[in-house]
């Protein structure tokens, strides 16, 4: 799914020739490449030089690269794009090579690396290589560290990969809008000695939110915390891939985190040890068990575990408001509240399809599947093979299974548990009908204080 286009003779190259280095301003640019699909492509094992497992990007690609003399030569185009953020919603973002988040990018300690950097957005923008070591002048602030690329511009970044490890890339101009508008990629550097940190498969993924109103395509920039899409890649449950495993194999997930809150990544039947950071390799005697690992803004976590325990395991944030999707943070709790005369009314009067919802909780919206505007996601979704998920935003599934091929990372369908190995009924009926209401308990004093307009001390409480 990776179409070609060359730049040789087009109006962006003739624009940017003046803003290239001379050391290559007579060199061609190379062509950029660009993904038409969402879906997660093959990992790209190195063609020369030393070997490396190639990471495995969640519904995303690496850049192809070439090698120009001594110097690896990749092209990032940036540009607004069409990302599908799952299937049924699509959204209006900029990225960079077609999709959001752009390629990643993936080279070997050591690597004299060269990063043409071509503008097709509306303004200007530049590239700051977030946690890698270089000179300052390829630091990529604009107006500190560089002119900005303008519209139709080409610039040139080089510098020499001088450490391994997980960095990310983004913009560091009209930083609030273009990060907003999911402008960012992931940049793994492999060391120079394959049987370093080798792992069988190495997973990356990008935590990212957007706050896009039902019904429309565009992310609204000025959001600083009440996102409504919690994505991984600019994807959301039910639209993130797994992450396909064989039984005995040494896993590595790399996530980074370029929203405005942190997010505490859980993931079920493994402990694991955090490895690397986009400071470095945690050294062995530093690591510590976790099953949950919080990962702040603006910074990278990478774990390891030996996938030894088959099944279907799930991998999400362990905030609850970022596994929804369009959350309607308005509505009310209506939990307890006895509905049902009050919507023979309501439907008497004004609309006969309304429905009560949340008397029990709100369960019942997974299973629905609620009407919603054209281009949104339902809030609770997803099915497995027990049943509704009631999930969203930041969740997926970590899939392990004995014997798959090395590479295969073709989803192999629901865990077959062994016989008896599932939780089961024991009793229904007899423990009596669910208790709906929620009850006050009978010895317990509530105080209520009755506050006046413009009086102190405005809450009522039990004490
Ligand atoms: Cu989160």
Not at 174 to 183: F, L, N, P, S
Request: net charge neutral.
């Amino acid at each position: 799914m990776i179409s070609r286009r060359g730049f040789v003779g087009s109006a962006a190259l003739l624009a940017g020739a003046s803003a290239i280095s001379g050391r290559v301003q007579a060199a061609s640019v190379p062509e950029a490449p660009t993904m038409t699909t969402p879906a997660m492509q093959p990992p790209l094992a190195p063609s020369s030089g030393p070997d490396y497992q190639p990471v495995a990007t969640l519904n995303g690609w690496t850049l192809p690269w070439r090698m120009n003399g001594d110097w690896k030569e990749f092209h990032l185009v940036a540009e607004p794009v069409v990302r599908e953020i799952a299937p049924g919603m699509k959204a209006h973002l900029w990225g960079y090579n077609g999709q959001s988040p752009g390629p990643t990018i993936e080279c070997v300690e050591g690597d004299k690396v060269r990063i043409f950097v071509t503008n097709k957005l509306p303004e200007h923008t530049t590239v700051h290589w977030h946690g890698i070591l270089l000179p300052n002048g390829m630091d990529g602030v604009g107006g500190l560290t560089q002119p900005q690329i303008k519209p139709g511009q080409t610039f040139a970044y080089e510098f020499v990969m001088r450490k391994s490890g997980t960095f990310m890339y983004h913009p560091h101009a009209d930083e609030m809008v273009q990060m907003a508008m999911g402008m960012m990629g992931f940049f793994v550097v492999h060391p120079r000695d394959p049987k370093l940190h080798r792992v069988d498969r190495d997973f990356v993924f990008l935590l990212n939110a957007y706050d896009i109103d039902p019904g429309s395509y565009v992310p609204k920039i000025m959001t600083m915390l009440d996102f409504n899409l919690w994505t991984m890649n600019s994807r959301a449950f039910p639209g993130i891939d797994h992450l396909v495993v064989s039984k005995g194999e040494r896993v590595r997930v790399r996530v980074g985190n370029l929203t405005m809150t942190n997010h505490p990544i859980h993931m079920h039947g493994y402990d694991f040890k955090v490895t690397c950071t986009d400071g470095g390799w945690v050294p062995e005697s530093a690591r510590w068990p976790e099953v949950t690992i919080d990962i702040p803004v603006g910074a990278m976590r990478a774990y390891e575990f030996v996938a030894d325990e088959p099944g279907d395991w799930a991998l999400h944030c362990h905030k609850s408001h970022h596994t929804m999707n369009a959350m309607g943070h308005g509505v009310k709790t209506f939990i307890g509240v006895q509905k049902r005369d009050l919507v023979k009314s309501i439907r008497k009067i004004a609309s006969p399809d309304y429905m009560a919802m949340g008397s029990a909780g709100m369960a019942e919206m997974g299973e629905m599947e609620m009407p919603n505007p054209d281009n949104t996601l339902p809030m609770m979704t997803g099915f497995a093979q027990f049943g509704p998920l009631e999930m969203g935003g930041m969740f997926t599934v970590v899939k392990v299974r004995e014997g798959l091929a090395r590479g295969d990372y073709k989803d192999p369908g629901w865990y077959k548990n062994p016989p008896g190995t599932v939780a089961y009924e024991v009793a229904s009926a007899a423990a009596g009908p669910p208790r709906r209401r929620t009850e006050i308990p009978t010895n317990s004093k509530l105080v209520v204080k009755v506050v006046k307009p413009g009086s102190k001390g405005g809450h009522s409480g039990q004490h």
